[in-house]
Antibody
Framework: EVQLVESGGGLVQPGGSLRLSCAAS????????MHWVRQAPGKGLVWVSR????????NNADSVKGRFTISRDNAKNTVHLQMNSLRVEDTAVYYC?????????????WGQGTTVTVSS | EIVLTQSPDFQSVTPKEKVTITCRAS??????LHWYQQKPDQSPKLLIK???QSFSGVPSRFSGSGSGTDFTLTISSLEAEDAATYYC?????????FGQGTRLEIK
């Protein structure tokens, strides 16, 4: 079964850090680009970050540039999101998703999400 | 940044009714437009890829059309299980963006 399972969410104070992880199974992880997408409470979907197949290229939304870093470990089938200098507005459910790329398949599998709450 | 504007924001519909949701892009995106369904407390699910291609396992009552800047998601005969929020999403250029969502309520 193709599956993405996020972990690492929690309550953190403004200015703090968290590291999210996403464990992939059921497919050839190294064939896929990986993304993080977030959803603030009661709001819509917002793309956060992506990483290419071998981890050599990453892109981030302007709202997280310089604060969030995406990385992957193809040997362990995991992708991470290191979140520093967290702000109240970063409070959201964070979803891990995969994309085949090359205009073949958009984000087709999503994890269940992990909740990040930034509050004092 | 490519802005996607969906209409309507909310619609209350009866079962078996035909539903049409539109998504307009602020600039040309070709066919790089996809549709997702999100039910309460669930993660989004891909319905339609590249404007009109049905994703595997999606019921045939869901279809998509359009290209360029104007796109449509159609549910031919609404079922109770289709109560959800629907999002369009463009993968033409970074930053990747989503529409604001259309919430469908079943009467």
């Amino acid at each position: 079964e193709v599956q993405l399972v996020e972990s690492g969410g929690g309550l953190v104070q403004p200015g703090g850090s968290l590291r999210l992880s996403c464990a992939a199974s059921g497919f050839t992880f190294s064939n896929y680009w990986m993304h993080w997408v977030r959803q603030a409470p009661g709001k819509g979907l917002v793309w956060v970050s992506r990483i290419n197949r071998d981890g050599s290229s990453t892109n981030n939304a302007d709202s997280v540039k310089g604060r969030f870093t995406i990385s992957r470990d193809n040997a362990k089938n995991t992708v991470h999101l290191q979140m520093n200098s967290l702000r109240v507005e970063d409070t959201a459910v964070y979803y891990c998703t995969r994309e085949y790329g090359d205009s073949v398949l958009p984000m087709d599998v999503w994890g269940q999400g992990t909740t990040v709450t930034v509050s004092s | 940044e490519i802005v996607l504007t969906q209409s309507p924001d909310f619609q209350s519909v009866t079962p078996k009714e035909k539903v049409t949701i539109t998504c307009r892009a602020s600039q040309y995106i070709g066919s790089s437009l996809h549709w997702y369904q999100q039910k309460p407390d669930q993660s989004p699910k891909l319905l339609i890829k590249y404007a009109s291609q049905s994703f595997s396992g999606v019921p045939s009552r869901f279809s998509g059309s359009g290209s360029g800047t104007d796109f449509t998601l159609t549910i031919s005969s609404l079922e109770a299980e289709d109560a959800a929020t629907y999002y369009c999403h463009q993968s033409r250029s970074l930053p990747l963006t989503f529409g604001q969502g259309t919430r469908l309520e079943i009467k």
